[in-house]
């Protein structure tokens, strides 16, 4: 689908002009744009179409991520030598004074500075790689240990609740709608076996155990943004970002 971008981004309270708007990315739960401007000495930036048929509530989504980007500027504000336009999200706030807009067609939409001379991959292919994906991570929580208020709100109810998980998939079983049931039988076995295993985290945590914390709960690879010589930079795509365990994220 073909959006106006320009008119989109002219919604926002951005600095430099618009130049072009071009798809950025392999995610594909938005749509994603990267926006260039004009000007050498002016950010380009990110501006996305939100998928509330994945997300329900758009402005909770919103409001989580901006109390958390807002908790990692302080944070960083108080570390000599961070750049923290490049080591942390910038929401860009609309005309309206919110962190999104509505379009004429009811899209949502929301706008990030971009953030430059990164490096991103959807593979680790190197221990050094693995090593700062995990510093990432690990910094991402422990910044966010200490954030006051209330719970950020669940975004994808049950999103890592394998009790959850696990009752859909025996559900499933059972109906066997696309009849093919008898054709995976080992793999489903294996699944069954493993299931009290994969309770462990879960029972933990019931049992008080191990605290919920903020986690990010979707650490795939490409999340984690590097800077020019692959060292871990930026933790990005905040839209689950809520209460878990630790494991969730490792």
């Known amino acids: 689908m073909n959006y106006d971008l320009k008119d989109i981004f002219e919604y926002f309270v951005a600095e430099g002009t618009f130049l072009k708007g071009e798809p950025y990315g392999s995610g594909h739960i938005h749509d994603t744009f990267r926006i260039e401007t004009l000007e050498n000495d002016k950010d380009d930036y990110i501006l996305q179409r939100l998928n509330n048929k994945i997300f329900k509530n758009i402005p909770e989504l919103q409001h989580n991520i901006e109390r958390v980007t807002v908790h990692l500027r302080n944070k960083l504000s108080a570390i000599p030598g961070s750049d923290i336009k490049r080591e942390c999200l910038t929401l860009i706030p609309s005309k309206e004074g ?21 490096h991103s991959y959807n593979f680790v292919d190197s221990p050094d790689k693995a090593f700062e994906g995990g510093k990432a991570i690990g910094r991402f929580q422990a910044m966010l240990s200490d954030m006051p208020g209330y719970p950020l709100s669940e975004t994808i109810p049950g999103f890592h609740n394998i009790e ?20 995976v039988e080992k793999e489903i076995e294996q699944v069954l076996q493993r299931a009290e295993e994969m309770k462990i985290i879960l029972q933990l945590g019931k049992e008080g155990k ?41």
């Open 164 to 183: 959850k998980r696990l009752d859909m998939f025996t559900g499933k079983i059972r109906e066997n709608p696309a009849g093919r049931v008898g054709t």
């Open 98 to 118: 919110k962190t999104w807009i509505t379009d004429q067609e009811g899209n949502f939409w929301r706008m990030y500075i971009f953030i430059s001379n990164h």
């Open 210 to 250: 191990i605290p919920l914390r903020i986690t990010h709960n979707d650490t795939k690879f490409n999340n984690i943004l590097l800077d020019e010589n692959d060292k871990a930079l930026c933790v990005i795509d905040l839209d689950t970002v809520m209460s878990g365990y630790v494991h969730y994220d490792f």
